[in-house]
Nanobody
Framework: VQLQASGGGLVQAGGSLRLSCAGS????????MAWFRQAPGKEREFVAA????????YYADSAKGRFTVSRDNAKNTVYLQMNTLKPEDTAVYYC????????????????????WGQGTELTVSS
């Protein structure tokens, strides 16, 4: 199984960016997908999750109203659209997958997820 995250970069505060995560080696539609992030010196934290068919999403408070998670199962890809970016959004962003029946997408612990991507770095300048 491989999850390949991409789309990170340097953005000014208030700007937008879309991250992508392409999955291979798994039946993508059998998995809920999530985005986590890890800032320097901090623990990895949950950002957003989406269920197997895109019908349900769940967000961390820090992401509500600014970020949108979506997926395209035909392309084996999950996205994170990030708007109104803030310097505190600076982090390495990771995508993760868990088998759909393992737990609810509102279960946000990193231990709930089976597979992880390598991360893509976002820097938001003030």
């Amino acid at each position: 199984v491989q999850l390949q995250a991409s789309g990170g970069g340097l953005v000014q505060a208030g700007g937008s960016l879309r991250l992508s995560c392409a999955g291979s080696g798994l039946t993508f539609s059998n998995y809920a997908m999530a985005w986590f992030r890890q800032a320097p010196g901090k623990e990895r934290e949950f950002v957003a999750a989406i269920n197997w068919n895109g019908g349900s999403t769940y967000y961390a408070d820090s992401a509500k109203g600014r970020f949108t998670v979506s997926r395209d199962n035909a392309k084996n890809t999950v996205y994170l659209q990030m708007n109104t970016l803030k310097p505190e959004d600076t982090a390495v962003y990771y995508c993760a997958a868990k088998y759909y029946s393992r737990s609810s997408i509102s279960s946000t612990s990193v231990t709930n997820y089976d597979y992880w991507g390598q991360g893509t770095e976002l820097t938001v300048s003030s």
